[in-house]
């Protein structure tokens, strides 16, 4: 399970274990999953807000989009195996992997 306290994101294992990852922005706004890629997309807490892509568990850091103001913006950095990163929202409060 991953959810967003601040400018961290909690990690719980099924056994308990705890893990922090600290945002490298401005905190964390949504935060999304691809369960079967393995990766952990989420904005920051702010106006015009970076997204930013990370492979789990490793936390790799896979790209950082700069803040987009276009409704149902396609983000093309994101395209993982038949699996497309939309923003839909201008202040990133929403987007998910489709």
Known sequence: ???????????????????????PGEGVG?????PLN??????ELCLNPRIFVFKYP?????????????????????TLDNYDMYKIDPFADAFAFA
């Open 38 to 43: 393995k990766l952990i997309a989420f904005t």
């Open 1 to 23: 399970m991953a959810y967003a306290c601040g400018n961290n994101i909690n990690f719980i294992q099924e056994g308990g274990e705890s893990k922090v990852f600290t945002s």
């Open 58 to 78: 490793d936390m790799d850091a896979l790209s950082e989009l700069p803040g987009i103001v276009i409704l149902k913006h396609y983000l093309p950095d994101c």
């Open 30 to 34: 949504c935060l999304d999953v691809h």
